[in-house]
């Protein structure tokens, strides 16, 4: 466990400082994790936090993608299963997973959201130059939820566009469909 605080607490500093940089414009800086085996990418500059998972509280009748929610220094921030939300199975809880606390925009309003990981890997820059667009079909995810495909290290980095994949209007219309279709006991 101490190894795994360590870990969050290292890429937390590079998260830190990273998103500096990115403020300036200095760089196109993301975040990294892994995913059902797949590696994905958030840009820093919507990234809060990363916390370890744990002291979830579940809420009925909600879609199997919303794992639940936790405290947060005393606000309420929903927690995302992102292969859960993605369409796959939900997600096993394992030694590395953690949530990364993002930030959304819906009009004016910003919203906290947690999405859980199996493990985040490193903030790393991607040139503009190596990002390509994302590909129109053939992804294991909707094409909408890919922002590009960024080039490191000779393998691809999907990079989401957090704002769709965890659009609260979206998500809000699903676990209206979710309540409507679960029976009555």
């Not at 290292?10 to 590696?39: D, I, K, N, P, V």
């Not at 916390?51 to 005393?74: C, D, K, Q, S, W």
């Not at 606390?101 to 130059?129: C, F, N, T």
């Amino acid at each position: 466990m101490a190894n795994l605080a360590t870990t969050q607490q290292s890429t937390q500093q590079a998260l830190t400082a990273a998103r500096h940089l990115a403020a300036a414009g200095e760089a196109h800086q993301y975040l990294t994790f892994l995913l059902s085996g797949e590696m994905y990418a958030v840009g820093i500059l919507n990234v809060k936090e990363i916390i370890e998972y744990g002291n979830l509280t579940e809420i009925p009748m909600m879609p199997a993608f919303i794992r639940g929610v936790i405290n947060l220094r005393g606000s309420v921030v929903p927690v995302v299963d992102l292969a859960a939300r993605f369409g796959h199975e939900q997600s096993l809880v394992g030694k590395r997973t953690c949530i990364v606390i993002v930030e959304v925009r819906q009009g004016e309003d910003r919203h906290d959201l947690g999405i859980m990981v199996d493990a985040v890997s490193e903030v790393l820059e991607i040139p503009g130059s190596e990002i390509e667009p994302p590909p129109s079909f053939g992804a294991k995810i909707r094409a909408d939820f890919i922002a590009g495909m960024g080039k490191v290290a000779g393998k691809f980095v999907i990079l989401l566009d957090i704002q769709r994949v965890l659009s609260v209007d979206e998500m809000a219309v699903l676990a209206t469909v979710s309540e409507q279709t679960t029976p009555e006991a």
